[in-house]
């Protein structure tokens, strides 16, 4: 049923005449010429792309601050990301977390009274290193023991600055791309730099606050 929906959701999109050519500019001027359901569209799209993964997400982010300005297009994006999360998370759940504690019972990251916190840090850092697929981290977070209310906070939390400097270098790159460019080399700078700091830290207080306790 839910293939089915995402199905008939990517055709409805096909019908309003969604460009087969994805770049920036092109999906910004049709979403914008969709007046006020462009926005519905651009979060259809991007749920679309969570939950199946065949459009990559942060291209997307990148055409709502195009298409919307900075902040509408981050809370547009951001909106839809979140709850096409949610929804391959529940997929995961339902269909292959209890088969998956059969295979492997004694996973500390499956059982029931395993580490929230542990499962929330794990997701937010995920979330805010844009190595990792957004689409695989849901189905593997549906599998574990982390709490739903958990799970979004995470999501929001993490996704919120990629999504924010995304629909910003969207909205900049018509005006400048060499400032594209620059914040693109700043933003994995500091991606690589946290990490190593960190390493670096073990002492620190943030490091010790990333300690796997309840």
């Not at 689409?135 to 999501?155: D, E």
């Not at 620059?182 to 990490?195: D, E, G, N, R, Y």
Request: glycine content about 8%; some cysteine.
């Amino acid at each position: 049923m839910v293939i089915g929906a995402l199905a008939g959701a990517w055709l409805l999109l096909q019908i309003l005449g969604m460009p087969p050519n994805l770049s920036l500019d092109v999906l910004a001027t049709w979403l914008q010429s969709q007046g006020a359901v462009g926005p519905v569209l651009l979060m259809l799209l991007m749920l679309i792309a969570v939950v199946v993964g065949p459009i990559p997400t942060l291209p997307v982010s990148a055409t709502a601050g195009l298409a919307f300005g900075v902040l509408p297009g981050t809370a547009i994006a951001a909106t839809g990301a979140v709850v096409g999360a949610l929804l391959a998370f529940w997929i995961a759940r339902f269909l292959g977390r209890e088969a998956i504690c059969r295979r492997f019972p004694d996973n500390p990251v499956l059982a029931r009274d395993g580490s929230q916190r542990f499962l929330t840090i794990a997701i937010l850092l995920t979330r805010l290193i844009p190595v990792f697929s957004f689409a695989l981290i849901n189905y593997a977070a549906g599998v574990t023991a982390i709490h739903t209310w958990r799970f979004i906070v995470a999501t929001t939390i993490g996704m919120l600055p990629m999504t924010l400097v995304f629909a910003g270098l969207g909205n900049t790159f018509k005006l400048s791309p060499v400032l594209t460019v620059v914040a693109a080399l700043a933003i994995l700078a500091v991606m690589v730099w946290l990490p190593w700091s960190l390493s670096r830290h073990p002492d620190s207080r943030l490091a010790r606050w990333l300690h796997l306790h309840q």
